[in-house]
């Protein structure tokens, strides 16, 4: 426990001097699988002028996919994360070149970096995951819960791989007086969000004196708070919780945003739609575009545009029916197009529209929303902004993560809206494509949940 709280706060640094060190040593060694014999003072001056912009592009890319927050979920949930930064990395590199006309810069050492960057960098990331796992130990956590909401939070803990997490004793809330005992063999306690405000205050103040941490399943009125700023009113301290919705600025700016990158990606993305049309269009029989009503900013309803990827009229005798797991409805193309999230490429037109943004909660049908308010009252607070491309619940969440899990990562986002948290999704979305996980159907077991994506 001492060995850790002296070193996390240096742990990020340590992480990022590593990644700068063997970005440069990937560049190094290109250099010299390229020229084995001697490197050429005219090839190798270019590099050196660019030099400290690559490391400034390297730390900012990595910081926007979230490489240096806290990784709990296993070492190889940053792989996509890293290949996506070093992709970036040398674009950049490239672009970086040609505005400091560094022509002589050769293209086979950076495409050769490339891949040995990322090598160096994944067993490197892989090692510190280790490193840190030893540093912290594997943490026994004391679950505070209803037995309702307890099943489903231990299984997220302990099922992953490689889980830093064990579980040391399940209590329920009436059961708190017992916390200076169980806490001396806890490393740490997990707070379910059904418990009341006052028992929250009870554990989190034992937390304090037994210098423990404690990890809490935000509910509505935490993650209202989560924003509050301290004031006074004459003499009296209070914390002012301001308004969810987004002000008449950041909407400005979050349109502007919208209407970039929605254009951008249009114009970069024009041969990879046409390429979808023509594999949607000869792979099964039926229209090429899903067109599909769908719920809206302040609950008004709007057409939403994907690539078709089930059999036409897939849903004629069933109904509205979320797609499962080796869903047989699924096309042999409309599988690859969801793994790589390609066939969401059409909604672009519904940002350019004003239906939606580039990121925010992603938009449901009406008949799951009537279900979602009925059991989730603060459901309907996702309706303050506009449904989005990608959001926080897709990035972090997976397919199968409950509604009300999902519901907590967009009641998160709305609450902190930055065009910075923007664009950090945004750069957080590629590796999630690339991985393709959250895409993938509900297995059956999930599948008697509500979850929030529909076909």
């Not at 005219?42 to 979230?66: C, D, E, H, K, Y």
């Amino acid at each position: 426990m001492f060995k850790m709280r002296i070193l996390k706060p240096f742990l990020p640094y340590l992480l990022a001097a590593g990644d700068l060190l063997l970005v440069f040593l990937g560049y190094f060694l290109a250099f010299v699988i390229r020229f084995p014999v001697e490197v050429p003072v005219f090839n190798w001056q270019p590099f050196i002028r660019v030099f400290p912009w690559i490391g400034t592009a390297t730390l900012v890319l990595f910081g926007g996919l979230g490489l240096y927050r806290g990784r709990r979920n296993g070492p190889l949930s940053m792989i996509g994360g890293v290949v996506t930064g070093i992709a970036g990395v040398m674009i950049i590199t490239m672009a970086l070149t040609f505005w400091f006309r560094g022509f002589a810069f050769p293209r086979s050492v950076l495409i050769l970096a490339m891949f040995i960057q990322a090598l160096l960098i994944c067993v490197w990331r892989y090692l510190f995951w280790y490193f840190e796992r030893w540093l912290y130990g594997r943490q026994e956590l004391l679950v505070i819960g209803r037995d309702l909401e307890v099943p489903g939070m231990l299984e997220k803990l302990v099922c992953p791989p490689g889980s830093w997490f064990g579980i040391q004793q399940v209590i329920s809330p009436e059961d708190i007086d017992q916390l200076p005992v169980l806490l001396k063999k806890a490393n740490a306690v997990l707070l379910s969000p059904l418990i009341s405000r006052e028992i929250k205050a009870k554990v989190l103040t034992a937390c304090l004196e037994a210098r423990r941490e404690a990890f809490l399943v935000p509910d509505l009125y935490d993650i209202m708070l989560s924003r509050g700023s301290m004031l006074q009113l004459n003499d009296l301290p209070v914390v002012e919780v301001r308004d969810i919705r987004l002000s008449i600025l950041q909407k400005a700016a979050k349109r502007g945003t919208d209407l970039f990158f929605a254009l951008l990606c249009f114009i970069i993305m024009a041969p990879v739609l046409v390429a979808c049309v023509v594999v949607v269009a000869v792979s099964s029989p039926g229209p090429v575009f899903y067109i599909q009503e769908r719920i809206g900013l302040k609950g008004k309803p709007f057409l939403l545009y994907k690539f078709r990827t089930m059999v036409h009229d897939a849903e004629k005798h069933t109904g509205p029916v979320l797609s499962a797991e080796k869903d047989p409805r699924i096309t042999r193309a409309g599988k690859f197009l969801r793994s790589t999230r390609l066939d969401e490429l059409p909604q672009l037109l519904n940002v350019i529209k004003g239906d939606m943004s580039i990121v925010g909660p992603r938009p449901e049908r009406s008949f799951f929303v009537e279900q979602f308010v009925n059991e989730l009252p603060d459901y309907q607070y996702r309706y303050l902004v506009k449904p989005g491309l990608t959001g926080m619940a897709q990035v972090f969440g997976k397919y199968t993560t409950s509604a009300e899990d999902k519901l907590r990562f967009d009641l998160y986002y709305i609450r902190h809206y930055s065009p910075v948290l923007d664009l950090k999704i945004i750069l957080q979305t590629i590796p999630v494509a690339i991985g393709g996980e959250t895409a993938s159907g509900l297995n059956e077991k999930s599948n008697k949940k509500i979850s929030h994506q529909a076909p």
